[in-house]
């Protein structure tokens, strides 16, 4: 079955900080990965997802993650977070035929102004 | 388009009574899925649909719950009767195979 772990439950920054919240999954096939965000009071939204090629993917706000197969990672990251930035942030993952999505636990990200 | 539509955002019932949670998926989505999120476990799939079929419903907690899709744009998440344990958001997304996900704004279900 597939699994997902994120490092990190909390993680507290200062505006213009780099981030990198961690992720690896568990499935031995191929996957699809995601990242969503979940703002106070709210649903959760699409940041990235990688499904094939380049695994370096570009998503809304500044956000970019790598895709590394060896390590089975996901890793999220934005050079420079901005106070906006606080929230929840999932990773997540399905097989190759893309309908279960197994979230992690999340990541929750404060940041300080 | 205008997302995937949940009703109602919050629902307060008491402990025993029915409650059913609603979802408009987007149009041309063939997947469907519930999913409940709490502190203590959070984001669980309890069920998913493609083409208004049942798939997988192994997340369903037990028999109190039980969810259908009478049409490509309507499906329902029924709990009954309703306990205490059952608060929670509950959200529905929608997907067309293989692409990402859509997330509704939730139900926030309290139980007293």
């Known amino acids: 079955a597939q699994s997902v772990s994120q490092h990190n439950h909390h993680v507290i920054l200062s505006e213009a900080a780099s981030l990198e919240l961690g992720c690896n999954y568990s499935?031995?096939?191929?996957?699809?990965l995601f990242w969503y965000v979940q703002y106070p009071g709210q649903h959760l939204q699409l940041l990235l997802k990688?499904?094939?090629?380049?695994?370096l993917v570009k998503g809304i706000k500044g956000f970019e993650a790598e895709f590394i197969k060896s390590k089975f990672s996901f890793n999220l990251r934005k050079p420079s977070v901005q106070w906006s930035d606080t929230a929840e942030y999932f990773c997540?993952?399905?097989?190759?035929?893309?309908?279960?999505?197994?979230f992690g636990a999340g990541t929750i990200l404060r940041v300080k102004s | 388009d205008a997302g995937v539509i949940q009703s109602p955002r919050h629902e307060v019932t008491e402990m025993g009574q029915e409650v059913t949670l609603r979802c408009k998926p987007i149009s041309g989505h063939d997947y469907l899925f519930w999913y409940r999120q709490t502190m203590m476990r959070g984001l669980e799939l309890l069920i998913y649909?493609?083409?208004?079929?049942?798939?997988?419903d192994s997340g369903m907690p037990e028999d109190r719950f039980s969810a259908k899709m009478p049409n490509a744009s309507f499906s329902t998440l029924k709990i009954q009767p309703s306990e205490p344990r059952d608060s929670a958001v509950y959200f529905c997304a929608s997907q067309m195979g293989g692409s990402g996900y859509t997330f509704g704004s939730g139900t926030r279900l309290t139980v007293v």
């Open positions: 990688y499904f094939s090629g380049d695994p």
């Open positions: 997540a993952v399905t097989g190759e035929y893309g309908n279960k999505l197994v």
């Open positions: 649909f493609n083409n208004n079929v049942p798939i997988d």
């Open positions: 499935y031995g096939g191929t996957v699809n």
